[in-house]
């Protein structure tokens, strides 16, 4: 990912990564999403964060978008689904938060 970022970046392009909630299942040593965030270069590898399933996967959007920092540099606000109205309230509450620090 580095490589392709720095490639990217000679041409005047940025990855960014958008996590869909599998990357922050408990592993031994901690979740693909820390090891993707501790080994991908902060100055060329962004992220897009998908409040929805950063939610469902048990991690608090608003948390998770002030970890990363400058680094959050595209969110995506997802349509909720009627099938997922569970995990669509924890998400909803948090969506005032989120936009804040978006026009921050």
């Not at 040593?29 to 992220?47: H, P, R």
């Not at 978008?65 to 969110?75: F, H, T, Y």
């Amino acid at each position: 990912m580095n490589e392709w970022s720095e490639s990217l970046g000679e041409k005047g392009l940025r990855l960014a990564y958008h996590p869909h909630g599998y990357e922050f299942r408990p592993e031994a040593g901690g979740t693909a999403f820390d090891v993707l965030l501790k080994e991908s270069n902060s100055k060329t590898v962004v992220f897009e964060v998908d409040t929805f399933w950063a939610e469902v996967a048990g991690q608090n959007c608003a948390q998770l978008i002030a970890r990363l920092g400058s680094r959050v540099r595209l969110l995506h606000l997802k349509d909720l689904r009627k099938e997922r109205r569970r995990e669509c309230s924890r998400a909803r509450q948090r969506t005032k938060t989120v936009l804040r620090w978006a026009t921050a």
